[in-house]
């Protein structure tokens, strides 16, 4: 399995500003998830984040509001940018381990914007 | 295409109750199965999984059994505990990306 930890584990932030978001591995990885989680709901995939190339952003989220990094195996960063109370969420980080069937989850990010 | 459907919570028990979570799936091909759990306010972690028709996963008293001909992963405990209480999600891996459940919230009473 692999260990990942997130910074910060929470924050409160007011409207308009951003925040990074930092996501490390105890493992080298391939792929890269960042997930978001509203409250009460289930989780919904932001982007794919692969190293040496540019993140892929599923429908609905785009590159200037979630700038994503990823310079090596075991880093990557998401930035949630010029935020708004309805980006109020958990921020998950996620890694595929094992033979690539598995994927593991990291603690999470809890947001409040006010 | 591919989805997941698990039974809607909450779910309430008394201590030592029999569970049952419903979850079925549509997919293409062969998929991975999965149940996570979400503690309160904690991450995801993996509880258990199947990755082939007729596979059973099993971790801390929890199972499911992976059923090809009812399309169906459902999670079952034979004695539930007040520490059980958290969300739990059903996916499905049929390729690189993780498809989940909507999640079912789980109270257990003592």
């Known amino acids: 399995s692999a260990v990942i930890s997130q910074k910060p584990s929470r924050d409160i932030c007011q409207r308009g500003t951003s925040l990074t978001i930092q996501c490390q591995v105890d493992?080298?990885?391939?792929?890269m998830f960042w997930y978001r989680q509203q409250p009460g709901q289930s989780l919904t995939l932001i982007a794919t984040?692969?190293?040496?190339?540019?993140?892929?952003?599923e429908s609905g989220f785009v590159i200037d509001k979630f700038p994503i990094s990823r310079p090596n195996l075991t880093f990557s960063t998401l930035t949630v940018s010029n935020m708004s109370p309805e980006d109020s969420s958990i921020y998950l980080c996620?890694?595929?381990?094992?033979?690539?069937?598995?994927?593991?989850f990291g603690p999470g990010t809890r947001l409040l914007v006010l | 295409g591919n989805s997941v459907t698990q039974m809607e919570g909450p779910v309430t028990l008394s201590e030592e109750a029999f569970l049952t979570i419903n979850c079925t799936y549509t997919?293409?091909?062969?998929?991975?199965l999965f149940w996570y759990v979400q503690y309160p306010g904690e991450g995801l972690q993996l509880l258990l999984k199947?990755?082939?028709?007729?596979d059973k996963g099993s971790n801390k008293g929890f199972e499911a059994t992976y059923r090809k001909e009812t399309t169906s992963f459902h999670l079952e405990k034979g004695s539930v505990q007040v520490s059980d209480s958290a969300v739990y999600f059903c996916?499905?891996?049929?390729?690189?990306?993780?498809?989940f459940g909507k999640g079912t919230r789980l109270h257990i009473l003592p």
């Open positions: 996620s890694v595929v381990g094992g033979f690539g069937e598995t994927q593991y």
């Open positions: 493992s080298q990885v391939t792929m």
């Open positions: 984040a692969n190293q040496g190339s540019e993140a892929t952003y």
């Open positions: 997919a293409t091909g062969y998929p991975s």
């Open positions: 199947a990755t082939k028709a007729d």
């Open positions: 996916a499905l891996k049929p390729g690189d990306k993780i498809i």
